[in-house]
């Protein structure tokens, strides 16, 4: 129930706020530009993909391109809230699961059009397919 309220406080404030930078930076045009060519970009693996996808859905490449963030973002707060359990127990996830909800920090890169909130989801899941790996014995979470 904690991990859905975070997630949505997340999602919620993020979306919010989606228009709080209304420019677009020089980084920002060199990661659009794989909406139009894929080939010879190097650009975290699936943050091509993710802004196709999105784009195909919203016909916005600004709008999408902030979505990606968002939605990455926001998801960060899942692994991280796992993360937390196995290594400090479940109030030491909540604590930080909130944190994470409502940082000043992480809000920031998640509403800018970046890869950076995505490889930080990926980054996190990583850690806890680690951290599920030693602590159940079940090599399933490093293989998702």
């Known amino acids: 129930m904690w991990l859905l309220g975070f997630f949505l406080l997340s999602l919620a404030l993020r979306l919010a706020f989606i228009s709080w930078h209304p420019a677009v930076y020089t980084d920002s045009v060199y990661y659009m530009t794989a909406l139009e060519r894929v080939e010879g970009t190097f650009i975290l693996p699936g943050y091509p993909f993710v802004l196709r996808l999105l784009n195909r859905l919203v016909r916005d490449p600004l709008v999408s391109g902030r979505l990606v963030s968002i939605v990455a973002g926001a998801l960060g707060v899942l692994p991280l809230m796992g993360i937390a359990r196995i290594v400090a127990g479940k109030r030491a996830a909540i604590f930080s699961a909130a944190l994470y ?4 920090l992480t809000f920031r ?3 800018r059009i970046f890869p950076h909130a995505l490889y930080a989801l990926f980054v996190l899941l990583c850690f806890y397919g680690i951290l599920k790996c030693l602590e ?4 399933l979470f490093l293989a998702l």
């Open 109 to 111: 890169w998640s509403l």
């Open 136 to 139: 159940t014995g079940v090599s």
């Open 101 to 104: 909800a409502v940082s000043p």
